[in-house]
């Protein structure tokens, strides 16, 4: 066999096993983003996927009960009603009138079950430089 | 004194515009006069950032609270300390301190060759004055950090007004690393400019042979080195500060962090086929543009947002300027490759598959497949919304699923490269190279394997790095028993001795040993644990061996915060170990609270706990305790991989002892019996 070939081979290889790996990570973990206004609009298979939704927490909303928090998301004039089943603890810029990313799933009652919630402070500030680490539960300051 | 860094700021990107046009001007006359006056700008440009970035430190010191900047990222009660780190705490600030570390750099460059290498030189320095014109442009007209805060006045002009106090740092920055990773970090993305100015130039000037590499390449492991140690402060920030157990996320900025050190990495060994070989010279010349653009990626990444943000948080315009700034850099690269690509020829083709060659060739290829993999998925919401309506995100499988594959095997290609003979390997030596390290490494499996680990990637892993460590431990040993048997020194020294001898290969293979560490590390995290309890003093909580007694609470008020601390005792088979205090602040000036991780830590495993705050059912306390094996190995593998490097940067020390007096030829041609055996003076190692 060619030299080239062989390096062919063996390069095609590598590229085709990493891209299937890739697929199937993709599969495990796609998140579709949407708004509020955009949630009430899916339909079918849709409202099966993994989703993420950006919010305003309304003040006054936020209740915390045994093994979840409720509280309900406010953005373009609708409401979102969210239950927090996650075990990390919410991050410490989770307050009222905070923004908030949460990541879960739609339940049939079209109120949101949260595995992960993310947020940040009304307060202005910026975000960190460099390679300031977000990781799910305390991604406060970055956005 | 915001006036005066304003106005430096100006004239330093007038003197870049000077050493740009001016430099292009000396090229095409080849006027010497002309040629001395740009890099004489060049180095004023590169004073005058320093001038503008002492003046901001000067504003932060001196709670200058007219300046917008520094009001919104320092206070009076700011500890001295992190003052400093609040100069690139934010947008402005940064972008001036990433200009700040590239004149570092220019004007060493600038300095260190002035009489050097005059034909490449000004080719050089109009790149270097190209980047730093950016930045400028960014310092001056788009996020200045000198902006003072004004009103309209009475007659409706604008009046400058001075606050009380500024707004504080953000609690999660006010801790040790973030003072020493954001400029680790950012010496790395600027670093590589260097390697990319002296690619691009030798590219322009059509320079002659592999100098570029040969000057390159201490610039080149300098800023591998910071990016390096950016990269581990920033997971090992991650792991003390946010108080979720781990040190890696993927996040956006993570990940962006990771990007350039994984072509910067690949750009490395590949330089060795050009030095060695003549080949891969296209490729390391895009391996080197890649990096470069990956660095402002980085940096676009980490200051717009662009991919963490979503519909909901506000977006910033910088993005715009750094995907500009990407798009006329990839041009520019475009059109000088397609102009010069037959200054590129190869000189030599690959022989075999068992080789030198091929290995740093599949080192590349995984590097680069890993860089991908990483790139498409940090960059997956972005694309997804062009190619559909839908923003879509992907989380750590998918990261996981391809870059644990590619590491394990990096891992392997680390033990086996170093040792494959260029051109063409026999059976011969792979049996006496391989013989041992295999027989080790499958002992060793066969041992974790006995002692529980049944984690599949883990296993391989732990086996790899016992493989990895045997190859280059005989690599020392035998190089060490050569110089032994001539010097009479104990095997010890000899190593060091050989070390200094070449210090390019074996600070290499110091450097590899690091990562080795690190591996190990990695491969704990397959038995993680960790558990929560709501706790009141008196109360136990049990995790591993370990049993965690709650004493009490105890508070203070420092200067710029309260701090509620647990009292916790550690007990170890039934014998107190120690105390620990996992500690939540309360910051007055901004409102927010912060956690304080207390972490015992040992080679077996750190004993992690956060006081993750009160049930607000029972109104009790939480302790969310993890244990996490082989965690510190992580963080030593980083001091080793430092160590390596900077073993590399040494300059060769004369192997007086073997060949004094023996003159250039007779050594490589007729080699005594005893120097061919482990051959540290003629077989072309990791150099």
Request: no cysteine; hydrophobic share 45%.
């Given at each position: 066999m060619q030299r080239r070939t062989k390096f062919g081979i063996g390069i095609g290889i590598i590229v085709v096993s990493m891209g299937f790996l890739a697929w199937l990570g993709y599969g495990e973990s796609k998140t579709y983003y949407h708004t509020i206004a955009e949630l009430q609009t899916l339909h079918g298979t849709a409202r099966a996927h993994r989703l993420r939704v950006g919010g305003t927490v309304e003040p006054g909303t936020i209740k915390r009960l045994s093994g979840r928090v409720n509280f309900v998301l406010a953005g373009e004039g609708k409401l979102l009603p969210v239950s927090y089943v996650g075990s990390e603890p919410l991050?410490?810029?989770?307050?009222?009138?905070s923004q908030a990313l949460v990541e879960g799933s739609l339940g049939n009652d079209g109120s949101f079950v949260a595995e992960h919630v993310q947020a940040k402070c009304a307060s202005k500030y910026e975000a960190a430089p460099g390679g300031d680490r977000k990781p799910d539960s305390a991604k406060a300051s970055t956005m | 004194m915001d006036v005066f860094g304003s106005f430096a700021l100006l004239l330093a990107f007038l003197c870049a515009g000077y050493a740009f046009v001016g430099g292009i001007a000396a090229i095409r006359t080849r006027h010497p006069l002309l040629v001395k006056s740009a890099r004489q700008a060049g180095i004023a440009a590169c004073g005058l950032i320093f001038l503008a970035t002492g003046s901001l430190v000067y504003l932060f010191f001196s709670d200058s609270y007219w300046v917008s900047y520094v009001v919104s990222h320092s206070n009076r009660d700011l500890a001295t300390f992190y003052k400093i780190a609040a100069l690139w705490s934010g947008q402005e600030g940064s972008l001036l301190f990433w200009s700040f570390l590239l004149a570092i750099y220019v004007i060493s460059v600038l300095l260190v060759y002035r009489n050097k290498n005059g034909e490449l030189m000004p080719y050089v320095g109009v790149v270097l004055a190209g980047v730093q014109i950016f930045f400028l442009t960014l310092n001056n007209f788009?996020?200045?950090?000198f902006k003072v805060l004004a009103s309209p006045g009475a007659n409706g002009a604008l009046e400058i007004f001075t606050r009380a106090d500024g707004n504080g740092l953000t609690p999660l920055l006010q801790y040790p690393e973030m003072v020493i990773h954001p400029p680790n970090l950012y010496s790395g993305y600027t670093g590589f400019t260097i390697p990319f100015a002296f690619a691009l130039g030798a590219l322009l000037a059509r320079y002659p042979g592999e100098k570029w590499i040969h000057l390159t390449r201490k610039w080149t492991m300098i800023a591998w080195c910071f990016q390096t140690m950016g990269i581990l402060l920033g997971a090992h920030w991650a792991y003390a500060v946010?108080?979720?157990?781990?040190?890696?996320?993927?996040d956006p900025v993570e990940n962006a962090s990771l990007l350039p050190w994984l072509t910067g990495t690949a750009f490395l060994h590949s330089v060795m086929m050009q030095e060695k070989r003549g080949m891969m010279k296209v490729w390391n010349v895009w391996l080197v543009f890649t990096t470069f653009m990956l660095c402002i990626l980085g940096t676009l990444l980490t200051r717009s947002g662009v991919v963490s943000s979503v519909h909901a948080f506000a977006q910033s315009s910088i993005g715009n300027y750094f995907v500009g700034f990407l798009l006329l850099v990839f041009a520019v690269c475009l059109v000088a490759y397609v102009k010069n690509?037959?200054?590129?020829?190869?000189?030599n083709q690959l022989d075999?598959?068992?080789s030198r060659e091929s290995s740093f060739l599949f080192n590349n290829l995984i590097l680069l497949v890993s860089c991908i993999a990483v790139l498409s998925g940090t960059l997956f919401p972005v694309f997804s919304e062009w190619f559909s309506s839908s923003r879509i995100s992907v989380g750590a499988p998918f990261f996981n699923k391809v870059n644990i594959p590619i590491g394990l095997i990096l891992l392997f290609l680390t033990g086996v490269g170093p040792l494959l003979a260029w051109r063409k390997t026999s059976t011969d030596s792979l049996k006496r190279n391989f013989g041992w390290p295999v027989v080790v490494a499958l002992i060793a499996g066969v041992v974790v394997f006995v002692l529980g680990v049944r984690e599949f990637f883990s296993l391989v892993c732990l086996t790899l790095c016992v493989f990895v460590t045997s190859t280059i431990g005989m690599e020392f040993f035998r190089g060490a028993r050569v110089i032994r048997s001539r010097s009479g020194a104990s095997l010890l020294a000899s190593a060091v001795d050989l070390t200094m001898r070449n210090t390019r290969r074996y600070g290499g293979y110091i450097v590899h040993m690091g990562m080795v560490l690190i591996f190990v590390g990695l491969a704990g995290a397959a038995f993680n644990r960790d558990t929560q309890k709501d706790m009141q003093s008196g109360s136990t909580l049990d995790i591993g061996q370990y049993r965690l007694l709650l004493q009490g609470f105890d508070s203070k008020a420092e200067k710029n915060y309260t701090s509620e601390r647990m009292i916790v005792e550690v007990w170890r088979d039934n014998k107190p170990l120690m105390m620990l205090y996992p500690e939540r602040r309360f910051f007055q000036t901004n409102e927010q609270s912060g956690t304080m991780v207390a972490i015992y830590s040992t080679l077996r495993e750190d004993l992690y706990i956060v006081y993750a705050g009160e049930n607000p059912e029972t109104r009790q306390p939480v302790i969310h305790a993890y244990l996490n094996p082989l965690v510190k190995w992580i963080w030593l593998g980083g001091l080793v991989v430092v160590l390596g490097t900077l073993v590399t940067l040494l300059p060769n020390r004369r192997?007086?002892?073997?060949?004094?007096?023996?003159?250039e030829g007779a050594r490589v041609q007729q080699p005594s019996a005893q120097t061919l055996a482990p051959s540290i003076a003629l077989r072309e190692g990791h150099d």
């Open positions: 991050p410490d810029t989770f307050v009222d009138k | 788009v996020a200045n950090p946010l108080g979720w157990g781990g040190y890696w996320g993927w690509r037959d200054y590129l020829k190869s000189e075999s598959m068992v192997a007086v002892l073997v060949l004094a007096g023996a003159p």
